[in-house]
């Protein structure tokens, strides 16, 4: 039993939502820092012979990313069929070969297992009940010494605090995970992890208000505030790129991320950590 707190219905909703092909809106401090975290973690690979596996691929941005900034060989995998068809026209636009596959990652074509170099999520793992046996499902894609990065919304901080009380219904679909419940599923998972650690100081731009009416005063209002907190975020970004940035920590912080290795060998132990 996979125990997903979602549920198909409510990604085929989310999706549905969203146009089936729109650029994302280019974040200079968000793109500096990822690449920054990306080049740090793909160091030691050659990865212009890899193979990259993103699982919960949506409306997928990241694929083209990999691709084209890092020559990884892409592959997304989701069990929404609107989210399927979304990520293939993302790949279409950017002119990206890659490929896409409806199914779910807990019963995949075997042609699939242990044939990837690296596999990445981002807002996946922290919706099943049972991280560890999600983290276990998504390492069974993975090559001996292969990598997974796990990124997840930080929901046991401020942000968490104000998704609860602006869309209780989306918190309600989400385990909250501090940096070391999200090192803990990994190593329950059979893997090695790296490094798991907080990312970035602010980003309100993470928090989910859908669902929330638009038509209503209430929505209305929800939507009006949001908008002012991911301005704060961006002045905040602003500061710290001219003066030095606030760390990465507990309280604020809008993603946990965790680098994990699964082993070539049972006994072999981690040589390197990664630095966030």
């Not at 939502?17 to 690449?35: C, G």
């Not at 297992?113 to 099943?128: K, L, N, P």
């Not at 046991?156 to 609860?164: A, S």
């Not at 003066?243 to 060998?265: D, G, L, M, Q």
Request: aromatic residues 10%; hydrophobic residues 40%.
């Amino acid at each position: 039993m996979n125990l997903d707190k979602a549920g198909k219905a409510y990604w085929e909703d989310l999706w549905a939502e969203k146009p089936a092909v729109s650029a994302p809106p280019v974040v200079a401090h968000l793109e500096k820092r990822f690449q920054r975290f990306f080049t740090t973690v793909f160091a030691d690979f050659t990865t212009s012979e890899g193979r990259l596996l993103e699982a919960g691929c949506g409306s997928t941005s990241t694929l083209p990313y990999f691709a084209n900034q890092f020559g990884f060989s892409v592959t997304g995998i989701d069990y929404s069929p609107t989210a399927c068809e979304q990520a293939r026209a993302v790949l279409r636009r950017e002119k990206i070969v890659g490929e896409i596959i409806c199914a779910d990652f807990f019963a995949p074509p075997e042609n699939l297992r242990e044939s990837f170099d690296v596999v990445f999520s981002s807002g996946v793992a922290e919706h099943f009940s049972e991280t560890s046996h999600c983290i276990q499902s998504l390492a069974g894609f993975l090559k001996p010494g292969g990598l997974m990065i796990t990124s997840i919304p930080n929901l046991t901080g401020l942000i968490g605090t104000i998704q609860r009380v602006a869309n209780r219904p989306v918190f309600d679909v989400h385990v909250p995970l501090d940096k070391s419940a999200l090192a803990t599923a990994h190593e329950k998972g059979g893997l090695d992890v790296l490094a798991c650690e907080y990312f970035m100081s602010t980003n309100f731009g993470v928090i989910n208000l859908h669902g929330v009416a638009r038509n209503s005063l209430n929505g209305f209002a929800k939507r009006a505030g949001l908008a002012l907190l991911t301005r704060l975020s961006r002045a905040i970004w602003i500061a710290e790129d001219l003066v030095r940035p606030i760390p990465p920590n507990k309280f604020t912080s809008p993603y946990v991320i965790c680098v994990a290795r699964k082993r070539a060998h049972p006994n072999l132990k981690p040589d390197r950590s990664t630095s966030l």
